[in-house]
């Protein structure tokens, strides 16, 4: 392996050119993703054996013990000066490969993000769900790590329970005390993780990401109970959100979801990434779907197609539909009409 080719020096290269992730895989040259396209660098090619070498450092004997028994480990660590680095480790047809993260060293304001003052209102909430959705890459971990630190600035006292796979920012105190789990480190799975901090008098609990039926209807439980819970979906629009969080439970389960769904959602929060039209950047569209007694009522009675339509009429109110905001940023000249074509779910109404 060149005497420059180590994940330190790589990540250092990928920061210093806005990369958001490293890839390495056996039989190709290391890889950057940068503004969502996929950039090989010039160096030569890397074998298991250097992707290992490269990557053990940052594992601890049980990360390593989890890849033996597992073949994939998903770990976070920091390194001094860079920031903080979320990776993937995995095997893919008998060979290594990586998958390492980039999280921003900085928590940004609410605003700097590009979120509306809504989002702002939304940490005030003391109980019920809200939900931040998008694919993966779309800013989700950022948006919450920003509303928790929103919270810890700004918001009432109180104690924040976090649940990661793996941990990603790490918080300090201010206003807000922090308790951080790591799921396959400090608790074995999310749901464990979501039913013990029941009993760790939280006033938030913070999901990384709801995976399971069992992680979906513990955090809906918890909701219940009285806590403000935050999380995320890997679902592209509010309707989609509601439709993935019932379809995941078999038909005689379905009814009892609708009424926790309806009984405790507060607001679904999602998002998109859209290259600009001058090649600098991502630009932020957002959908805000707030759950006002129309929108639970659709979620009872499982009309989840008239979201849309709610998203449509409820713009006094704050709510945001995803098409709204992709058309105003391509009539900013933000994003390219091509790219709000495709991004949106109606392209006529750019008329």
């Known amino acids: 392996m060149p005497v420059d080719m180590n994940l330190d020096g790589l990540l250092r290269e990928a920061v210093s050119l806005g990369g958001s992730d490293l890839h390495l895989m056996h039989g190709h040259p290391p890889i950057y993703r940068i503004c969502h ?18 990557c053990v450092p940052y594992l601890n004997e049980f990360h390593k013990k989890a890849f033996q028994d597992h073949s994939r480990v998903n770990v976070s660590f920091t390194l001094q000066s860079l920031g903080r680095f979320r990776m993937n480790l ?29 989002v702002g209102s939304l940490t005030q909430k003391t109980r019920g769900i809200i939900f931040i959705t998008g694919a993966t890459g779309t800013g989700k971990s950022t948006t919450m790590a920003a509303m928790l630190d929103h919270i810890n600035k700004q918001g009432q006292p109180g104690k924040i329970v976090t649940i990661e796979d793996p941990i990603e920012t790490l918080f300090n105190p201010v ?17 464990t ?29 918890a909701a219940e109970t009285g806590h403000l819970v935050l999380t995320t979906l890997h679902t592209p629009d509010a309707a989609k959100t509601a439709q993935r969080i019932i379809s995941a439970f078999p038909g005689d389960e379905q009814e009892t979801i609708r009424d926790q769904l309806c009984n405790t959602i507060e ?37 989840l197609a008239q979201i849309y339509d709610v998203l449509q009429t409820g713009t006094s109110l704050g709510m945001i539909a995803k098409d709204a905001s992709i058309k105003a940023l391509f009539q900013r000249q933000i994003i390219t009409r091509e790219t709000a074509m495709v991004r949106m779910r109606n392209p006529q109404l750019l008329g």
């Open 90 to 118: 995995c095997k893919a047809q008998g060979t290594i490969a990586a998958s390492i993260r980039v999280i921003p060293t900085k928590i940004y304001p609410l605003s700097a993000l590009g979120l509306p003052p809504i």
């Open 267 to 303: 607001a679904i929060i999602s998002q998109d990434l859209l290259p600009r039209a001058d090649k600098t950047g991502l630009a932020l569209a957002i959908e805000i779907l707030l759950a006002n007694s129309a929108v639970r009522q659709l979620i009872k009675e499982n009309k």
């Open 175 to 191: 206003r807000s005390y922090f308790l951080q789990r790591e799921v396959g480190v400090d608790v074995p799975s999310f749901e």
């Open 37 to 54: 396209d996929i950039a090989p660098t010039q160096r030569p090619a890397v074998d298991s054996a250097s992707i290992w070498q490269m």
């Open 193 to 221: 993780g979501i039913e013990d901090a029941l009993r760790q008098d939280p006033d938030i609990i913070c999901i990384g990401e709801l995976r399971t039926p069992e992680s979906i209807k513990a955090a809906l439980t």
